[in-house]
DNA sequence: GGGAAACATCAAGTGAGCTTGAGGTCGGGG
DNA sequence: CCCCGACCTCAAGCTCACTTGATGTTTCCC
């Protein structure tokens, strides 16, 4: 326990984020470490950065490969540089507001519903969205993907 | 084509979704519908409003469980009324906020973090942030779980 | 009335994001 | 020196939300 490095084991309690789950993303380059004569795992500090990172990018609705993607940019196994960085967020932010808006015009989709008196009618948004996912192949679909337009509404 | 039911396939066409996506919510109890003498799915128009709030509560990030959860309150079969409408708006409004509010912190954390050259510090949130993941058991995880709190903080 | 869509069921596959388990290794305390 | 717990790898399992495919039945239209 001397200071520099982390274990894993730390690394865990102190992201809240599984030792699995680090192996994991270490198996897609996302986070990188050392390895000890006896083959154990050291993480520099900066990884916690990185997972913090990763989890918050996460709960943005991105998914591991697009956080890879944007990792590319800087450099592993160290923090970012206040360019990197920069240009990281500036790559998230549009993603981020428009996430926002999507949910406030479910929020607000929602809410005017009940005002409106529009339940049995066929003009309200929500029941007549324009919004609409078409079928475009297989496999499981992300949460919140790209939704494709689709122009097909009620008669 | 008469007028009244909906064939699972005008359904699909209409709200965007899948014939087999339909009948996977069936299955869960999401939706109903009536057969004909052959054997075929006849949906009542309300179908596509309750289709509608599905995709609207999935982009919030409840699952589909939820969702049932929350349909349970309404008739199966029809549309909700204004009340049970109320009801299951004000249950999914907090969750919107809070999503909503979760997005705006990370937006903010990633700005402020520019700004503010915390990049090699320890106080900047992202950095050590106060809302972390325990280990809590198996299989996959939402893409946005209800986190539990967790203290363990870094040093 | 005949043929092609459209629909039915059911089992199995898909992809993301992990966890679990088996079987073995490392390393620090008593 | 020995033991326990933390760690290693690798393969397999799991959830969620669907899709795909096989195989068979209905129905609409000419």
Not at 25 to 32: D, F, K, N, R
Not at 82 to 101: F, H, L, N, Y
Not at 112 to 131: E, V
Request: with cysteine; charged share 30%; aromatic share 6%.
């Amino acid at each position: 326990m001397p200071a520099e490095l982390l274990t894993i084991g730390q690394v865990a309690a102190r992201s809240g984020v599984a030792p699995s789950a680090l192996r994991y993303y270490e198996s897609l380059g996302l986070i990188a470490s050392t390895r000890t004569a006896g083959d154990r795992r050291r993480y520099r500090r900066a990884v916690l950065r990185r997972v913090a990172v990763i989890r918050a990018a996460q709960r943005v609705g991105l998914s591991l490969e697009e956080i890879g993607e944007a990792f590319s940019i800087v450099e592993p196994e160290a923090a970012p540089t206040k360019e990197q960085w920069g240009r990281m967020s500036a790559r998230w932010r549009p993603v981020i507001d428009q996430r926002i808006a999507d949910l406030e015009r479910v929020r607000e989709d929602l809410t005017s519903c009940i005002g409106c008196g529009c339940l049995s009618l066929q003009t309200c948004r929500l029941y007549n969205p324009d919004d609409v996912l078409a079928a475009d192949g297989s496999g499981s679909r992300r949460l919140f993907p790209d939704e494709p337009d689709h122009q097909e509404h009620l008669a």
